[in-house]
Nanobody
């Protein structure tokens, strides 16, 4: 059974930190690019960061310089270290395995809630 299971979300004060994890099972992990997305209430889902199979990373937008994406291919886990959190970072964060070949599908986790509030 294919599973991507996120954990590590919760309530944190502005300026705080969280580390999200995404544990993969039932699928090949190491050879695929992975990504974190987020969706805030009333907004479209947006890409936060992605990491290639070789470790190349791309962190986008307003989280650049505050968030770091990484992966442990020995444990099949994707991470998102989030520092200097702001209220506008409040969202459901989901991990995704990008398809590598034209006929492959993407896989998504169910998401974990991150709430930044005092």
């Amino acid at each position: 059974q294919v599973q991507l299971v996120e954990s590590g979300g919760g309530l944190v004060q502005p300026g705080g930190s969280l580390r999200l994890s995404c544990a993969a099972s039932g699928i090949i992990f190491s050879g695929y690019a992975m990504a974190w997305y987020r969706q805030a209430p009333g907004k479209q889902r947006e890409l936060v960061a992605e990491i290639g199979s070789s470790g190349y990373t791309n962190v986008v937008g307003s989280v650049k310089g505050r968030f770091t994406i990484s992966r442990d291919n020995t444990k099949n886990i994707l991470y998102l270290q989030m520092n200097s959190l702001k209220p506008e970072d409040t969202a459901v964060y989901s991990c995704k395995r990008h398809p590598r070949l034209a006929w492959e599908r993407a896989y998504w986790g169910q998401g974990t809630q991150v709430t930044v509030s005092s």
